[in-house]
């Protein structure tokens, strides 16, 4: 590292040492959702190989989460696999299932956080499947960020997940459908979401410079802040999450009032 990128980095230390300064910790998200864009690209910029480019967002994912924990901010969603995703050349998508995995396994091992997943189990292979169930089981009693890890999800597919675990509960229960058709609302809907019994995100980070949701959780999201930034998710900073959340602070949420 040569003199100028040494004190473009202490610069850097020192500006959001300031920014960290004035940031008002009763003003900071409670749910924060992370749509993780840019891992492809930041290997093609570094002249590294895709799977490079997976690893170093996995390996950014930790780090996040303990400027989250830092903050007070109480739940996280980081979209880590789309239903898009699948779509993939093998070669690619391979790999990126295993660095998944691997990012699970060390989010249960840390001891920090309480894993749950948000997806649609059955597009997922066996062995992830396992590795899910036993970061939720070995994580359920920390007391830490609740970390939903979406995986295989898509929010049209959710909200149709919804749909049906509502249909079926209302059958199982003797409901006729006038009956279901007269209570239906978007509490009920609401609580057969994957995200039931949590607050929904109140700012979602989008990296990479990509403005759009891309399905990321459509229901939820109604009233949420959003806040894009150009950087590509492995180069994201904590100057970076410092500025998203000083401008989350400014923002003044109506709520559609």
């Known amino acids: 590292m040569n003199l100028r ?3 473009r980095g202490l610069l850097v230390r020192l500006y959001a040492r300031r920014v960290e300064g004035h940031l008002d910790h009763a003003q900071v ?7 993780m864009d840019g891992n492809r690209r930041w290997a093609k910029a570094a002249g590294s190989s895709t799977v490079d480019g997976h690893r170093a967002g996995a390996g950014k994912i930790e780090e996040f989460l303990g400027w989250c924990s830092e903050t007070d901010v109480e739940v996280v969603t980081l979209w880590l696999l789309s239903t898009d995703n699948f779509d993939r050349p093998q070669d690619e998508l391979g790999p990126l299932l295993g660095i998944i995995e691997d990012v699970v396994r060390t989010l249960a091992a840390d001891g ?8 649609t189990p059955d597009l997922l292979p066996s062995g992830m499947q396992t590795v899910l169930k036993e ?6 009693h920390v007391g830490g960020i609740l970390v939903n890890v979406a995986i295989g ?3 049209r597919q959710e909200i149709a997940y919804a749909v049906r675990s ?3 509960d209302a059958q199982e229960k003797g409901t006729s ?5 007269e ?3 978007t509490d009920m809907i609401g609580r057969h979401l994957y995200t039931s019994d949590q607050p929904d995100p109140d700012l979602v980070i989008r990296t990479s410079g990509e403005q759009r949701l891309s399905g990321f959780m459509l229901w939820q999201t109604a009233h949420s802040e959003y806040y894009f930034c150009d950087v590509f998710w492995p180069a994201f900073r904590k100057v970076d999450f410092l500025r998203a959340m000083r401008d989350y602070a400014a923002r003044h949420r109506r709520f559609g009032g």
């Open 112 to 119: 920090r956080w309480r894993v749950h997943h948000v997806g």
């Open 29 to 35: 998200p409670k749910h924060i959702g992370v749509i």
């Open 153 to 155: 999800y898509g929010g």
């Open 177 to 181: 459908m006038e009956e279901l058709a």
């Open 135 to 140: 970061a939720e089981e070995t994580t359920a």
């Open 183 to 185: 209570a239906v609302d």
């Open 5 to 7: 990128d040494k004190l």
């Open 166 to 168: 509502m249909l079926l």
